[in-house]
């Protein structure tokens, strides 16, 4: 079994920090984005839409999106659960976890890869105008977490699950960006400090 990685995207790091909560070591390539090796022939054969992380078994399978690898190491191992326990548990995590992406990581990205230089390439054509609307639609969605947190310690509810390492990625993927956690967002604010300092969070 491999892991093609790349160090410093968001999305790899999400099965990493999963793995790491589950104690469950997995041989990485690292794959050099930025010399687009990821464009080649190898990559693509894997990957057909060029995008890490990719998880290749033994049998010669691959299976790429963070979510559906993390989901195959829940299934081979399923403690501590990440995804939920019991009917409604298991629907909340699926519906956290979607909420962040497509609400909030979703416009985190367009904000990075519609206005930074070194995405030009990867962006055909990057458009100025969702550089600008995305970051407010971030926030807009940043400001709902923060309610829900003012009254929960994790996202989906009182157990830590692959929701919050989703938010715990984005949170940090802010910088990139070029944004920040609103002084007055305190529960956010609480929720990334308390994931920032969980071991799998260096991962
Ligand atoms: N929905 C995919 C997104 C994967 C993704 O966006 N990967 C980025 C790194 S974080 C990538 O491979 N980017 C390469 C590029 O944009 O050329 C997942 O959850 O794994």
């Known amino acids: 079994m491999k892991l093609y990685d790349a160090p410093l995207a968001p999305n790899p790091r999400r ?24 464009w080649g022939e190898a990559f693509s054969a894997m990957n057909p839409f060029k995008m890490v992380p990719v998880l290749e078994l033994d049998d010669g399978t691959f299976i790429s999106e963070s979510i559906a690898i993390c989901r195959y190491f829940e299934e081979i191992q399923p403690y501590p ?3 939920g326990v019991g009917a409604v548990g298991k629907a909340q995590v699926e519906m956290w976890n979607r909420i962040i992406e497509l609400e909030f990581y979703r416009h985190v990205a367009n904000a990075f890869r519609h206005s930074h230089p070194r995405m030009a390439d990867r962006e055909v054509p990057q458009i100025a105008e969702l550089a600008a609307t995305a970051p407010g639609r971030a926030m807009a969605a940043l400001a709902k977490l923060d309610k829900v947190l003012q009254s929960r310690e994790f996202i989906a509810g009182n157990a830590f699950s692959v929701a919050d390492i989703t938010g715990l990625v984005t949170l940090d993927f802010l910088k990139l960006a070029k944004l ?3 002084v007055e967002m305190e529960a956010v604010r609480r929720w990334h400090a308390e994931l920032g300092t969980r071991p799998s969070a260096k991962a």
């Open 15 to 38: 099965v990493r920090i999963f793995l790491a909560e589950k104690n469950i070591e997995v041989p990485r390539v690292a794959v050099d984005l930025g010399a687009r090796e990821h």
């Open 81 to 83: 659960p990440l995804f």
């Open 180 to 182: 920040e956690v609103p």
